[in-house]
């Protein structure tokens, strides 16, 4: 299920600080989004944060607790996005510093995924008559 509009107006006002933060609806939840980098996701009003190998260890409280997933052909898919401790929206100090934490791990899947343009070989010159 989708972020309410309260909570979404909540997450947005306490995570200012990490720059312009948007939210889209997709796949029946939130995508919370800055500059246009998903770095955590919504649904039924727990956030959950992008976890990767190198943030991994910064989020250890949250392993506890199932990682977002969704069922495919019987199957269970466990998404990179773990859910943030209930903790955090009383401490918006620390909110903000687990979010930048899975802003910069968005960032890191984000230049793997951008493919590197194949090098052109440059077209000989005419010269000049």
């Known amino acids: 299920m ?5 909570f979404a107006e909540f997450l947005r006002e306490q995570l ?15 995508g919370v989004f800055c500059d246009g980098l998903m770095f955590g996701m ?4 727990m956030l959950y944060l992008r976890v990767d190998a190198h943030n991994r260890a910064a989020f250890k409280e949250a392993e506890s607790v199932p990682p ?6 019987g199957h269970t898919i466990d998404l990179s996005f773990w859910r943030a401790p209930e903790r955090l929206f009383d401490e918006p100090d620390q909110l903000v510093t687990w979010a930048r934490v899975a802003l910069a791990a968005a960032r890191r899947v984000a230049a793997k995924r951008e493919p590197t343009a194949p090098r052109r070989k440059s077209k000989p010159q005419p010269t000049p008559a």
């Open 42 to 45: 919504v649904t039924d009003n």
């Open 16 to 30: 200012t600080p990490l720059g312009r933060v948007t939210m889209r609806r997709m796949f029946g939840k939130t």
């Open 68 to 73: 977002l997933s969704y069922e495919k052909n």
């Open 2 to 6: 989708v972020a309410s509009d309260s």
